[in-house]
């Protein structure tokens, strides 16, 4: 067996091994382009582009799973430009112009919390529990003795991509300079106590109790009570009640804090 391995190997014997190592090797290179084009997944050149223009934070407020849905979802015509808010208006006209579609720039916005109860508002129970709002929320609709009191879980707090909300006394409150309007947020409250409001706002209701006045005062020191005192005194009549709740129209309002000011229970406040 020895002397076999030792004997040289014939240049024929040699020729005929590489002849088949070349034939395996250009067979499997065969193969594998052909399994490549099979399993190609075509590109979509338009989504591709218009991921481009996208703000890339990948915050999920546009109600998809990242930039790249949403972009696909956009070049699919499912979805619209508007609800992305961290992208600037540059881009979303970039993004109209690539989709062939009129665009309307939009202004600038923040969220909000409406409701300022935190400590200074009953609570119904200690609760006990998985962290957060939502899990919190599931258990009689949360501690608070209002029904849309802030239940301070943090749940915006840890979800804001931009570290832009923060619980304080507790309450959330946003930081306008940070807030990218991604709207995510809004979405995840399970109050619905969270909007989006002009950057250019001065003032908002810090409130968003709809009860009547002697239930108000009952569970919160600060809530509103409906009054409709700054609606009737409101210089650029900026403010309607609907359903015993004060509603600001930011197209009107001039930032005058007539209502800030005559407001007796300070659920008016300045931004």
Do not use: W
Request: glycine fraction near 10%; charged fraction near 20%; hydrophobic fraction near 40%.
């Amino acid at each position: 067996m020895i002397y076999n391995l030792l004997n040289p190997v014939s240049t024929e014997t040699l020729l005929v091994v590489i002849a088949i190592v070349a034939v395996l090797a250009i067979a499997f290179a065969a193969f594998i382009v052909l399994v490549s084009k099979l399993c190609t997944v075509p590109v979509d050149e338009k989504a591709e582009k218009i991921k481009e223009q996208l703000a890339g934070a990948n915050c999920g407020g546009c109600g998809y799973a990242g930039c790249a849905d949403f972009a696909k979802a956009l070049s699919e015509g499912k979805a619209d430009i508007s609800v992305c808010g961290p992208t600037p208006n540059e881009n979303k006209a970039e993004i109209a112009r690539i989709l062939g579609v009129p665009f309307s720039a939009q202004e600038e916005r923040f969220a909000v919390v409406h409701c300022a109860g935190g400590k200074v508002s009953l609570d119904k129970f200690e609760y006990v529990g998985n962290e957060g709002c939502i899990a919190q929320a599931s258990f009689m609709g949360g501690k608070k003795v209002c029904p849309s009191g802030c239940l301070g879980g943090g749940t915006c707090e840890k979800l804001c991509p931009y570290h832009a909300i923060n619980v304080r006394e507790g309450v959330a409150d946003t930081d306008k300079a940070m807030c990218e309007a991604c709207g995510l947020c809004v979405k995840k409250c399970p109050k619905h106590i969270i909007d989006l409001i002009p950057k250019t706002a001065t003032i908002h209701v810090a409130c968003s109790s709809i009860c009547k006045g002697k239930e108000v005062m009952d569970a919160c020191k600060v809530g509103c009570i409906g009054c409709g005192i700054c609606a009737r005194l409101c210089p650029q009549k900026a403010i309607t009640m609907v359903d015993n709740h004060p509603v600001i129209d930011y197209s009107k309002c001039n930032g005058c804090l007539t209502c800030l000011n005559k407001c007796p229970r300070k659920c008016i406040r300045e931004l």
